[in-house]
């Protein structure tokens, strides 16, 4: 089924008109969504999680943005490295990562 | 706050790179977007209900696809002139619009 477990958003500024422009996209949006797919691959997860870029999600001084839902936790000031930390921790050990959520 | 109720995500085929293709895109997801904006205004739920656009969400053939969290609700073949039945029925309901349901 293609419905994931986990569903992790990374706001890429990924304009609808194809501009490519953002804060969270020159803050290495692109780099997060690569590790997460990685990770994901890695950890042999990519039945169960699942990462999609998004579009702006409004609270660009607090990007880079990575929403997992359905638990609807976001986290703010993400970059590459804290990647690993947010798999293990949240999306294989079910702990949020309070140093990064909003 | 910034988190709402209901995060409505739209595939709108935006690629990371900015490249602007993708089945999604061509069947009307830009429509779609303006058209949740314009209910979500019109309706005064601003603060509750959030529509961002995604990247391909990677089963284009029902496409295009409207995904609502943190419910875990799959749109499928969605088109602008279903955006009122699903703010009305859903997202003001509580009833997931079943003949669009994947």
């Known amino acids: 089924m293609y419905k994931p477990k986990h569903h992790i958003f990374v706001c890429s500024s990924s304009r609808i008109n194809g501009e490519q422009k953002g804060f969270c996209l020159q803050k290495g949006a692109v780099d997060i969504v690569n590790s997460f797919m990685e990770e994901i691959m890695e950890r042999e997860l990519d039945g169960d999680v699942m990462v999609t870029n998004t579009g702006c999600i409004g609270i660009c001084s607090k990007g880079p943005i990575v929403i997992v839902y359905p638990e609807g936790v976001w ?25 990064l959520a909003l």
Chains 1, 2 share one sequence.
Do not use: L, Q
Request: a negative charge; zero cysteines.
């Open 75 to 99: 986290y703010g000031s993400v970059t590459a490295d804290d990647v690993e930390e947010i798999m293990d921790s949240h999306i294989e050990g079910g702990e949020v990562v309070a140093r």
